[in-house]
C-alpha cells in the first residue's frame, strides 16, 4: 500500500521556470511533511518542511502549500534554475507526540531545468 | 558539523557473499536510520534504532539482514547471503532524539550483487 503519492515522475522546465511538485497521502496521522532534494550519487538533503498547523511555508525559492482536508500537499520552486536539477522525493511521517518517526516517501520526481 | 559517514560508498559481491556496512552519524545524534533506496525509488526504512536499542525493525527481512548499533553510536548493518534483488543503495540517516524528526542521510552505499 503506497501511503503517498507523488507526481509527475519527470519534469521539465525551463530556467526561470515554476516547477510544481503533487504529492497526496492517505494516514491521517502524519503531522510532519519534509521534502527532500537527491543528487545523483548522494544521500537526500532535507530541503524545506512543513505541519499541517500552516498552509505554507516559505524558504527562499521554495514553498511548501499544505491542504490538510484534501490530504495533499506540493512544492513550488520559483525562478527554477538549472543547479535545482535534481530529484525530489516528498514524505510523510508522525514528527510529534508519538514514537513512530518513520519516513514515508513518495516515488520521487526527476527535475531537469534547462538553461 | 561533520554529517553521516557511511562506508564504503560502493560494493560489488557475488550472490551468496556476505556484506557488511558501517554507518557513523551525526554527533550527538541518539536515532539511526537504514533504509534501502532501489533505482527510481523512495527509500525504504529497514530499521530504526534509538541509542542502542532497535526499535523498528519490521521491515528488515530477518533471514539475511542483521544490524547492530552496540554503544549506541556507530551502526553496522550486514547482509548474509546476499541475493541479486539486494541490488540497491543502502542510506544510513540520523536524528536528534524522539523529539526531533528532521532526518539527515549519509550518502549512501551502492551495492552490486552479481
Known amino acids: 500500500q503506497q501511503q503517498v503519492k507523488q507526481s509527475p515522475q519527470s519534469l521539465i522546465v525551463q530556467k526561470g521556470g515554476i516547477s510544481i511538485i503533487n504529492c497526496a497521502y492517505e494516514n491521517t496521522a502524519f503531522d510532519y511533511f519534509p521534502w527532500y532534494q537527491q543528487f545523483p550519487g548522494k544521500g537526500p538533503a532535507l530541503l524545506i518542511a512543513i505541519r499541517p498547523d500552516v498552509s505554507e511555508k516559505k524558504e527562499g525559492r521554495f514553498t511548501i502549500s499544505f491542504n490538510k482536508s484534501a490530504k495533499q500537499f506540493s512544492l513550488h520552486i520559483m525562478d527554477s534554475q538549472p543547479g535545482d536539477s535534481a530529484t525530489y522525493f516528498c514524505a510523510a511521517t508522525r514528527g510529534s507526540g508519538g514514537s513512530n518517526y518513520k519516513l514515508t516517501f513518495g516515488k520521487g520526481t526527476l527535475l531537469t531545468v534547462n538553461p | 558539523e561533520a554529517g553521516v559517514v557511511q562506508s564504503p560508498r560502493y560494493k560489488i559481491i557475488e550472490k551468496k557473499q556476505p556484506v557488511a556496512f558501517w554507518c557513523n552519524p551525526i554527533s550527538g545524534h541518539n536515532t539511526l536510520y537504514w533504509y534501502r533506496q532501489n533505482l527510481g525509488q523512495g527509500p525504504e526504512l529497514l530499521i530504526r534504532y534509538e541509542n542502542e536499542e532497535a526499535v523498528d525493525d519490521s521491515q528488515l527481512p530477518k533471514d539475511r539482514f542483521s544490524a547492530e548499533r552496540l554503544k549506541g553510536v556507530d551502526s553496522t548493518l550486514k547482509i548474509q547471503p546476499a541475493e541479486l534483488g539486494d541490488s540497491a543503495v543502502y542510506l544510513c540517516?540520523?536524528?536528534?532524539?524522539?523529539?526531533?524528526?528532521?532526518?539527515?542521510f549519509g550518502p549512501g552505499t551502492r551495492l552490486t550483487v552479481t
Open positions: 540517516a540520523s536524528s536528534l532524539g524522539p523529539a526531533g524528526a528532521e532526518q539527515y
